[in-house]
């Protein structure tokens, strides 16, 4: 099985499971015309993100990395009214081409985008004291995730669930070795998880039009 098939398998999926929808579709358009890089979650992986959240009736959620916001609109659409996604991101023309996608998505009025790194942005949003995140999203800089998953439990709670994208590569995760610094960091992360007591995780394989990659889904237990 190879790339060829795994991308068939996603559009086959797509186009059974996953209505088409305007405001995604034309996230997507706008992030292409705009020359954003087209790494936003896969249509079936934006779906589980919005079915995890939904499932745990999450009302507040955070992202870390907006891109255009492809995700964000799918975590924003698991919200009940009065749900808020605040959204992190460093790069302006990111947030510039996001902001206009979420105001299209009629959504502008639920989702905080909040410009800047989040190592800078992450210590002002706790320092607001918000109330804790009830579903959280890593998907920024993959060498900062360590860092990003500390604050992450730091603006959780018990039963808050915590998703991280892109924790396999190729499965050059397992290369003790690498001196790739997403590698390094996806296995710095991998220590913390190990180590941590306040958390119940696991990590998936996932292969589909986003190529041989996986997720961490860690649910905050105490
Ligand atoms: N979640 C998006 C994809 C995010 S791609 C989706 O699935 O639709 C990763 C994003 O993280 C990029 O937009 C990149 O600019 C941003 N990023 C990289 N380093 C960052 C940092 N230090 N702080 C905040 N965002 C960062
Ligand atoms: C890539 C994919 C991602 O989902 C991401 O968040 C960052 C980078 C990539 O394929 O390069
Ligand atoms: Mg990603």
Redesign the pocket.
Known sequence: MTQKTWTAVDKYVSEMLVSSDKALDAALEASADSG??Q???APN??KLLMLLARSINARTIL??????????IWLARALPEGGRVVT????PR?AEVARANFDRAGLAQMIDLRL????D?LPKLAAERPAPFDFI?I???KE?IPDYFTWSLKLARPGSMIIV?NVVRDGKVIDAESHNHSIRGVRRFNEMLKQETRISATTIQTVGVKGYDGFTLALVTG
């Open positions: 954003l890089p790494i936003a979650v992986q934006g992202e870390i990395g907006t891109l255009g916001g492809y995700s964000t992190l991101e460093a790069e990111h800047g790194k989040a190592l942005t999203f998907d920024a800089d900062n994208d």
